[in-house]
C-alpha cells in the first residue's frame, strides 16, 4: 500500500496524435491500479493510433472526442468546463509538437485545448516526437511559454524512435508519469527548496573477486525516505549500495559498493545537504586483506578470515555537521532495539532515530511493510506501521517540523 493520498484521485488524460499514443492505455491500467477515477479526451488525430474502445474499457468510463465538443448530443454539457472542474491533475500524453504549439498560443477550438484552458489543476504535458521537431527552435520557444503559464512540462527521454531516428523524442516511461502525478498531487510541500541527502540498501565488502560480507537490505526504506521527500518538495541525492531496484529520475543518484566509497560519498554531499538520512544498511566488518585472486577450497577443514572494523558513516557525519543539519538514523535490531537505539542516538550525534525490530511480522529486511518507533533525545516520538512508503511520508510529518526556519 502506498501512501493515502497517491489513491482514489480524479485524473484527467489528454492523448494526442503521436505513435506514443499506444502507450496511452497502459497509462489508464497504471491509474486505475491506484483506485484513481480517469476520464479521457482522445483528439481527432489520436484516434488514428488507439481506439477509443480500447481506453474506455479501461478507464471504465466515456471517453471524450473532438466530435463531443460543440455538437447537440454531447455539447450541451460543456464537457471542456465539467472536466477542467473535475480533475484534481491533467496530463497530456503524448504531446505533439502541435498540441505544445495550441497550448502555448491559448487555443481553444479543441476540446483538449479549452479543457487545458478551463482547468485550475496542475498540468503534467510529457511531449514525444521526432528528435528533429523537439530541438526545433519554434517547439522550445513554445515549452518555455508553457513554462511561464505555470504548466510543467517534461523532457522527451533519449533512445530509437519509431521514425529511425535517435535521440531524444521517446515518451518518458509510466514510471515516470506517475511519479510526476503524484508529485504533483502531494498536500505537503513543507521540504520545497531542501536538499536532502539519503543512504539506502546493503554495502557489498568483498574478501576475494568473487565472494563478499553484506546484508539482506533490499534498499526500500532508503528509497521510500528519499522518494516521499522529492514528493514534499525537496531536491535529493540518493547515494545507494548494490540493489535491485530502479534507477530514479528524480534524484541524483550515486551507485556505491562498498562502506567507504558510501562514506566518501556521503562526504562529498554533506556540506550541500539540509538533512542527511542515514537509512543504508552499512557492512560494520571488512576483510582485513581483500585477496587478489579467488580463495581456492583447502585440505583442512577451517579457513581463519580476519575483518576490522569499517568507517563509521553515521558517526563522521554526527561530528562534522553543522547545527542547522538535521541528522536521522536508522537502527534494525534484534533485541533491546529501544536501549540499543538510544545508545546509537548519543554516540553518533543524530537528532532522530527510526528503529524496528527485524524478528517482528512485517519488519523485517526486503519486506514491503515496516513497524517501527521514532526517538529523539527525550525518547520515542512516535509508532508507525505500513507500507514503507507510508511510514517514511509519516517519519517526514515529523522531522519537517524539525527543520530550522520550518514552517
Known sequence: MAALWKSNRRVLLGISGGISA???????????????EVEVILTEAAEGFVAPLVLSTLAE??????SDFLNPEEGWKIPHIKL??????????PATANVLRRAALGEAETLLGAAL?????????????????WEHEATQEHVRRLRELGYFVFEPEEGELACGYEGKGRLPG????????????????????????????????????????????????????????????AEVVLISGPVNLPQPHWAHF??????????????EHLSWADVIVKAAAVSDFKAEERKSQKIKRQEKEKLELKLVQNPDIAAAVGLNKRQDQLLIGFAAESENFLENARSKMTRKGLDMIVV???????????????????????????????SKEAVADSVWEIASTRLPYAR
Open 254 to 267: 550515486v551507485s556505491v559498493t562498498s562502506a567507504e566509497e558510501m562514506g566518501r560519498a556521503v562526504m
Open 61 to 66: 468510463r466515456k471517453v471524450w472526442r473532438q
Open 84 to 93: 477542467a472542474d473535475w480533475a484534481e491533475v491533467t496530463l497530456v500524453a
Open 356 to 386: 524496528n525490530d527485524i524478528t517482528a511480522p512485517g519488519a523485517g529486511f526486503a519486506s514491503d511493510t515496516n513497524v517501527v518507533k521514532v526517538l529523539d533525545i527525550k525518547g520515542v516520538i512516535a509508532e508507525l506501521s505500513g
Open 22 to 36: 499506444y502507450k496511452a492505455p497502459q497509462i489508464v491500467r497504471a491509474l486505475k491500479s491506484y483506485n484513481c
Open 117 to 133: 484552458l478551463a482547468t485550475r489543476a496542475p498540468v503534467l504535458i510529457f511531449p514525444a516526437m521526432n528528435v528533429h521537431m
Open 174 to 233: 509510466i514510471d515516470v508519469v506517475l511519479e510526476e502525478t503524484w508529485r504533483s498531487l502531494c498536500p505537503q510541500k513543507d521540504l520545497k527548496g531542501k536538499h536532502v541527502l539519503v543512504t539506502a540498501g546493503p554495502t557489498w565488502e568483498f574478501i576475494d573477486p568473487v565472494r563478499f560480507l553484506s546484508n539482506p537490505s533490499s534498499g526500500k526504506m532508503g528509497y521510500a525516505m528519499a522518494r516521499t521527500a522529492w514528493y514534499r518538495g
